[in-house]
């Protein structure tokens, strides 16, 4: 006969799953002392807190999608968005972009031109430093002043100012010229009074995108820009856009004029239907509307 299987033996308690003695001299473990070292290594001071458009440079892809060639030229959608808004809104009748050979984009219009008087929340800067250098700031929130905005789905003009090497903004209201310079969205002094304008009004922003956060070869393409200019034209009747380019920067190119005037007197007609309805069924902002009509 078989002899019988003898018994398993009991496992001993320093022994593990397999039966195996626990080494001598291990030391026990310490899941308390840990815990709290761990959490001794993170306080309040690790805590950062971003102030002013930090955020944007830290994270410019948070905002426009990345750093690419088609983020750079998103700035210029933020820029000539306000000026479209206030040509939407009746006050502007022509907007001017003009690429320069330094690499400079301009955008003005003959609109109201941004306030400069002090902000009543800010009583020590001026509502144009407010609006430049701050996120979730305009004038756009408030239906009062805009019934439609083109701008209100993006994510402003203080992100362009934020990713510009440099921007300068001029604006004429009340027969008066103010003048305010901004370095990778910082303030370079105060708004500056520059003296009378009689007949000149409106904003003038002229920016260049910061080769920091989009390399240093990067550049608006003229290309791009005159695209994106008429298209803007054509999607918002009755607005006069005028085209200006370096000729230096068009060498090579055959498709772009040095100088153009964009004006669609009825725009899309069917496009603009299309956006009307889409703005009355969903409250949705104008310039998304017109995304999804433009997609339809």
Not at 130 to 153: P, Q, R
Not at 162 to 179: D, G, I, K
């Amino acid at each position: 006969m078989p002899k019988p299987l003898k018994s398993l033996a009991k496992a001993k308690p320093g022994d593990d799953l397999f039966g195996a003695p626990e080494p001598k001299g291990r030391a026990p473990l310490k899941v308390a002392s840990r815990a709290s070292s761990a959490e001794a290594g993170y306080t309040a001071a690790d805590i950062e807190v971003l102030e002013g458009l930090e955020p944007v440079r830290r994270r410019p892809g948070m905002y426009i999608g990345g750093t690419d060639e088609k983020a750079l030229h998103h700035l210029f959608a933020e820029v000539i968005d306000n000026s479209m808004d206030e040509a939407l809104a009746g006050h502007a009748t022509f907007i001017e972009v003009e690429l320069g050979a330094d690499g400079f984009l301009t955008v003005t219009d003959n609109g109201r031109g941004i306030p400069v008087d002090p902000h009543p929340k800010f009583p020590k800067k001026s509502a144009l430093e407010v609006i430049m250098c701050t996120l979730h700031s305009g004038g756009k929130f408030d239906s009062k002043v805009y019934e439609t905005s083109g701008g209100l789905h993006g994510v402003g003009v203080s992100v362009a100012n934020a990713l510009s090497e440099r921007m300068e903004v001029e604006v004429a209201r009340e027969q008066t010229l103010y003048r305010m310079t901004f370095e990778r969205g910082k303030p370079k002094g105060k708004l500056e009074k520059v003296g009378r304008a009689p007949n000149r009004r409106g904003t003038k922003i002229r920016f260049k995108p910061d080769p920091q956060i989009f390399g240093h070869e990067a550049a608006f393409q003229p290309e791009r820009v005159f695209k994106m200019a008429r298209s803007k034209a054509y999607l918002y009747g009755g607005v006069e856009i005028r085209w200006h380019c370096a000729k230096e920067l068009l060498r090579g190119i055959e498709d772009v004029p040095e100088n153009a005037t964009f004006h669609f007197a009825d725009g899309d007609a069917i496009g603009a239907v299309m956006v009307r309805r889409i703005l009355l069924s969903t409250g949705i902002s104008a310039e998304k509307a017109r995304e999804v009509a433009s997609r339809a």
